[in-house]
């Protein structure tokens, strides 16, 4: 079955820094990949979409590159803010051919310290 | 701008008891879903719904659940007799038209606890 993995549950940085946070998946190749953010107690929220003939994607200080080769997925927020602080999941089809359902990783939580 | 809305935030119930999870998707919005999600662990996929009836389901979503629109607005989630491990926090989510990858919008959740 397809299995999403966030390498780090945990990321720490300065303000200012650019965060990197990793998402691989296996045993499939779905045709698009999103980034959501989650605040404690709260509902995800869409931030990205990249498809699987994108490579890089950008949105304001966010930006997602899409490797199918490696099966991997990169997110970097520039230029953090503690406001940036939050879990950041990713999402992918729960079928690669149809449907429209997401599985999710279990996510990355990123703190900005100021 | 439009949001989708849960009912109630919080639900008390007691192992065996029946409950109904209220959602309001966005008003023009095609396709349903309900995620859950246990503390500390990932969003979990239940099921999704689509011109009243069920489009895709995983194998958490078995016979002690179901889904209804019981009017032009409301979408509802029904565990028939609620286990412990029911405990979780339930996300109703809607998107426009279905299509693969469009933005799934998410309520705010009910956090049910099953004692």
């Known amino acids: 079955s397809q299995k999403i993995e966030q390498n780090s549950e945990a990321l720490n940085i300065q303000e200012g820094k650019t965060a990197t946070l990793t998402c691989n998946y296996t045993?499939?190749?779905?045709?698009?990949l999103q980034w959501y953010r989650q605040d404690p107690g709260r509902g995800p929220v869409f931030l990205l979409l990249?498809?699987?003939?994108?490579k890089e994607k950008r949105k304001e200080r966010l930006k997602v590159t899409f490797d199918t080769t490696l099966k991997q997925s990169l997110f970097h927020i520039t230029a953090s803010q503690p406001a940036d602080s939050a879990t950041y999941l990713c999402?992918?089809?729960?079928?690669?051919?149809?449907?429209?359902?997401?599985?999710f990783g279990k996510g990355t939580t990123l703190s900005v310290s100021s | 701008e439009p949001e989708v809305t849960q009912t109630p935030s919080h639900q008390v119930t007691q192992m065996g008891q029946e409950v109904i999870l209220r959602c309001v998707p966005i008003?023009?919005?095609?396709?349903f879903y309900w995620y859950r999600q246990i503390l500390g662990q990932k969003v979990e996929f239940l099921v999704s719904?689509?011109?009243?009836?069920?489009?895709?389901k995983s194998e958490i979503f078995d016979d002690q659940f179901s889904v209804e629109r019981p009017d032009g607005s409301n979408f509802t989630l029904k565990i028939r007799s609620t286990k412990l491990e029911d405990s979780a926090m339930y996300f109703c989510?809607?998107?426009?038209?279905?299509?693969?990858?469009?933005?799934?919008?998410f309520g705010p959740g009910t956090r049910l606890l099953v004692l």
């Open positions: 045993n499939y190749s779905p045709a698009y």
């Open positions: 999402a992918l089809p729960r079928l690669d051919q149809a449907g429209t359902a997401l599985i």
């Open positions: 989510a809607s998107s426009g038209q279905g299509a693969r990858g469009e933005t799934q919008y």
């Open positions: 719904f689509y011109n009243n009836e069920i489009s895709e």
């Open positions: 990249i498809r699987e003939n994108e």
């Open positions: 008003s023009n919005h095609l396709y």
